[in-house]
Nanobody, 117 residues
Framework: QVQLQESGPGLVKPSQTLSLTCTVS??????????CSWVRQPPGKGLEWMGV???????YYSPSLKSRTSISRDTSKNQFSLLLTSVTPEDTAVYYC?????????WGQGTQVTVSS
């Protein structure tokens, strides 16, 4: 049974860096054809895909967030992480991690991050 759990601060000050980690259990983040993604949902808005790290370690980002986003992984812990720099209140959202395999996608429960001074 694949499970994902996001972790990180729930409150970040403007101009600081948001840092979240996703711990995956029941599946390997280096499995062939797997992809680990970050998705967010601002209040009252739809889901926004932020970026992905593939099984070979290559990364791809949303063009609108590329300059501020970095996704990395720790294969020894089966975790992947998100860094979002220079945050503003517009980055307030529920942040989800997702683990995709050819046969299924799995999502974390989401974690609320609020950007406020």
């Amino acid at each position: 049974q694949v499970q994902l759990q996001e972790s990180g601060p729930g409150l970040v000050k403007p101009s600081q860096t948001l840092s979240l980690t996703c711990t995956v259990s029941g599946g390997s983040i280096t499995a062939s054809y797997s992809a680990c993604s970050w998705v967010r949902q601002p209040p009252g808005k739809g889901l926004e895909w932020m970026g992905v790290i593939a099984s070979d370690g290559s990364t791809y980002y949303s063009p609108s967030l590329k300059s501020r986003t970095s996704i990395s992984r720790d294969t020894s812990k089966n975790q992947f992480s998100l860094l979002l720099t220079s945050v503003t209140p517009e980055d307030t959202a529920v942040y989800y991690c997702a683990y995709g395999l050819p046969e299924n996608d799995y999502w974390g429960q989401g974690t609320q991050v609020t950007v406020s001074s």
